[in-house]
């Protein structure tokens, strides 16, 4: 069954702090070659019946998203593709 | 008549026991509000307390604000109904949009908890009334996610129009933009704060009882005293 995938990321403008502390315990592993690190949130939406793209940018939209902060992009995986992400 | 004022408990929700608790020490008659509950059960002023609502799941405050109670105060606070909202509700007031703006994680990512300094800049709004402009309070901050960001054109515009109600003296301990601890809507009947006045209410458990005057403001912007 496909399913809608939303990725939310902070705006490139608000601070990360996540995101450098994590760049920040890099060389700890030994990487040296990293400039930055930004962490953001997948979302992934199974309808009950076909996958609806609208829907699923209004809900990005209102809830999943706060436009004041983030940025979202909403898009359409084969069940196949979603696992391959997680592996 | 004792003004009626009241305090929502959403599931996770800290410090709903202590906000009525101020209500009542102010000389108002605090009435509990259920988030599942559309009914404001008439009352003169809402505060939405601190805590982590629904776990602070997805953004602090995201889900809290489409609880069926909040349906009902967006619309009564848009017609004036003053509503204080603290920490947490700082954040539930923003994600639905009556106030500017978002807080984020502490830019230090530790969680503060200490006594904290503000400066109360804005002094006509319905929670602040008797305050002097300027100043200087003792108030508890505790929060994880109290960093106050918006665009630089919000942040102008807040400070233009004196919407700025509070800010951190002495040290800003979550990184918060221009050192932002509180803000109101325009007509300043919803003001958003994030450290904790109902921590600050008497002298067996606060550092100071200057967290008093948010609750005696509303009780005085209520009855119509001149603010």
């Given amino acids: 069954m496909p399913r809608v995938v939303v990725d939310v990321m902070l705006k490139p403008e608000i601070l990360d702090p996540q995101g450098q502390a994590v760049a920040n315990a890099l060389p700890r592993l030994g990487v040296s070659d990293v400039a930055s690190v930004r962490i953001g949130r997948r979302i992934e939406i199974e309808f009950t019946g076909e996958p609806d793209l609208g829907r699923a940018r209004e809900i990005a939209d209102k809830l999943l998203a706060n436009p004041v902060i983030e940025d979202y992009t909403v898009r359409l995986v084969e069940a196949d593709e979603t696992a391959d992400a997680h592996s | ?227």
């Fill in chain 2, 1 to 227: 008549m004792t003004a009626r004022v009241g305090v929502v408990t959403f599931p996770g929700s800290l410090d709903d026991g202590d906000a009525a608790r101020a209500v009542r020490i102010a000389g108002g008659e605090p009435i509990r509000l259920w988030h599942g509950e559309a009914d404001l059960r008439g009352v003169d002023a809402v505060v939405l307390p601190g805590g982590f609502s629904y776990g602070d799941y997805l953004r602090c405050g995201a889900i809290a604000r489409f609880a069926p109670v909040m349906e009902t105060l967006v619309d009564a606070a848009r017609g004036g109904l003053p509503v204080l909202g603290i920490c947490n509700g700082f954040q539930i007031l923003c994600e639905a949009h009556l106030l500017p703006g978002a807080l984020t994680r502490n830019q230090h990512l530790h969680f503060r908890n200490r006594d904290q300094v503000l400066r109360v800049e804005a002094t006509g709004t319905a929670w602040t009334n008797t305050f002097q402009p300027g100043q200087e309070v003792l108030i508890p901050v505790k929060n994880g996610e109290g960093c106050y960001v918006a665009d630089a054109a919000t942040l102008d515009r807040l400070e233009g129009e004196g919407r700025v109600v509070a800010r951190y003296v002495g040290g800003n301990p979550n990184g918060s933009q221009r050192d932002i601890a509180a803000i109101t809507n325009p007509a300043g009947n919803v003001v958003g704060i994030m450290p904790h006045p109902e921590h600050a209410v008497e002298a067996l458990t606060g550092p100071s009882l200057d967290g008093l005057g948010f609750f005696t403001s509303v009780l005085k912007h209520l009855v119509g005293a001149p603010a």
